[in-house]
């Protein structure tokens, strides 16, 4: 059974706090991704990665950086934790061209 | 660049059929992928299409026109369960990795009523 887990389903953050949040994927996937989603926005890619220690910027990079050390996990840094941060973030896997998978998401709210 | 458009909302009748349109236009294009999700839930895989013609899968089929940029999700036999977002994605080839992209619409909300 493919499994993609986030180490947080709500998180709560002040202003200026840093902000991690893990990914892990147990299919051995070289290509994994960051999102969020917004109300009437969809999905939105922040930054994915196609192999440890490559990652690329997607549509809204902004105020995020992330690490890939190992394969099996992606994080995504809130450097400084903004108001406009608050978001659902979804984390994905997927291996080449195929299926892609995603974890059940972490709700942040950042006041 | 990428561009993918879908309906925002829909309304259908329990038992009906329901057709859900998908627009794209994307560069190194490689295939359109259909996506369940209920509320407050991560997104479900549904369908892939690389070829032009109908997938049947169940209740769900997935339709894909390649000249026309085109693809539609088809659910017959609607059940209340049914309402959820439907997200379109199209698959590209990222040139810049060698790896794949995967560009999402803003969704369908389909609302299923008795």
């Known amino acids: 059974d493919v499994k993609v887990t986030q180490s947080s389903r709500y998180l709560v953050k002040r202003t200026g706090e840093k902000v991690f949040l893990e990914c892990v994927q147990d299919m051995d996937h070289e290509n994994m991704f960051w999102y969020r989603q917004d109300p009437g926005l969809g999905l939105r890619l922040i930054y994915f990665?196609?192999?440890?220690?490559?990652?690329e910027k997607g549509d809204i990079p902004e105020g995020y950086s992330v690490s890939r050390e190992k394969k099996e996990r992606f994080s995504l840094i809130l450097e400084s934790a903004s108001t406009n941060q608050t978001s659902m973030y979804l984390c994905a896997s997927r291996e080449k061209g195929g299926e892609q998978y995603f974890g059940p998401g972490t709700r942040l709210t950042v006041t | 660049g990428q561009n993918i458009d879908q309906p925002t909302e829909m309304t259908a009748t329990e038992g009906a059929i329901v057709q859900i349109n998908c627009t794209y236009q994307t560069s190194g294009f490689n295939g359109l992928f259909w996506y369940q999700q209920h509320a407050g839930e991560a997104p479900t895989f549904l369908s892939y299409n690389v070829l032009d013609g109908l997938e049947e899968k169940g209740r769900f089929s997935s339709f894909l026109s390649r000249s026309k940029g085109y693809s539609y999700l088809l659910l017959k036999e609607l059940q209340m369960k049914d309402s959820a977002s439907y997200l379109c994605a199209a698959l590209s080839l990222y040139s810049g990795a060698g790896s794949y992209q995967l560009t999402f619409g803003k969704g369908t909300k389909l609302s299923v009523i008795p």
């Open positions: 990665s196609y192999d440890v220690k490559m990652k």
